[in-house]
């Protein structure tokens, strides 16, 4: 497909655990971002990669959380030793970088459930 | 840093009538573009419309119309013959034309009574 894919879907981990959500961003989309979605919630904005540029990460709620993104293409989110308040939508969006007027195009998300 | 704010967390409009959600930001920058993004219960993030700041006429797509007053700060959307499917959040958005960086406002809530 041509969007931005996101998995898994869903996920249920055990508080403690580790988890690793990854992105798929349109192929060419230089810019790509990482927010969090609180059930009814807004988006948070979490971390921003742009191109070869040091990515944004002022939105990392903790240094539990970290991403990468690697070729410039597929990036991971990872939260370390989960806790039940980082249930949430993850949802991924790209972009193309330097065209401002140009939207996001956002995954479906990850619905991340810690027990 | 920049801010977007939605004062009206939930809103409520009779099928088939006109409904303005309000958004107002927060910047020192000259170059910007403001959205606002439509998500169903489905979840997906959906573009409704966009306006660049330095242009002065109101975007409009189809139901769809932006009041935008630069001067004041505020971009409110306008929905006319509301629709049952347009029942939703909607998130105003602000992107700076400087590093990319896209902020979201908390949303609002549209509920359409039949």
């Known amino acids: 497909g041509a969007g931005v894919s996101q998995s898994p879907s869903n996920k249920v981990t055990e508080k403690g655990k580790d988890v690793e959500l990854r992105c798929d961003p349109i192929?060419?989309?230089?810019?790509l971002y990482w927010y969090r979605q609180s059930l009814g919630q807004g988006l948070e904005f979490l971390i921003y990669f742009q191109g070869n540029s040091a990515p944004d990460k002022s939105g990392l709620p903790s240094d539990r959380f970290s991403a990468e993104r690697t070729g410039g293409s597929v990036s991971t989110l990872t939260i370390q030793r989960t806790q039940q308040e980082d249930s949430a939508v993850y949802l991924c969006?790209?972009?193309?970088?330097?065209?401002?007027?140009?939207?996001?195009?956002f995954g479906d998300g990850t619905r991340l459930s810690i027990l | 840093a920049q801010t977007v704010t939605q004062s009206q967390p939930e809103m409520s409009v009779q099928e088939a009538e006109t409904v303005t959600l309000s958004c107002t930001y927060d910047t020192s920058e000259s170059d910007y573009y403001l959205f606002w993004y439509k998500q169903p219960p489905s979840r997906q993030m959906i573009l409704v419309i966009r306006?660049?700041?330095?242009?002065?006429q109101n975007a409009t797509e189809n139901r769809f119309s932006v009041n935008f007053q630069k001067a004041a700060k505020s971009f409110s959307l306008k929905i006319s013959d509301s629709q049952l499917g347009d029942a939703a959040m909607y998130f105003c958005?602000?992107?700076?034309?400087?590093?990319?960086?896209?902020?979201f406002g908390k949303g609002t809530r549209l509920h359409i009574l039949p």
């Open positions: 969006a790209s972009s193309i970088q330097g065209l401002s007027n140009q939207p996001q195009h």
């Open positions: 306006q660049e700041a330095y242009k002065q």
């Open positions: 192929s060419g989309h230089t810019a």
């Open positions: 958005a602000y992107r700076s034309g400087k590093d990319d960086k896209i902020i």
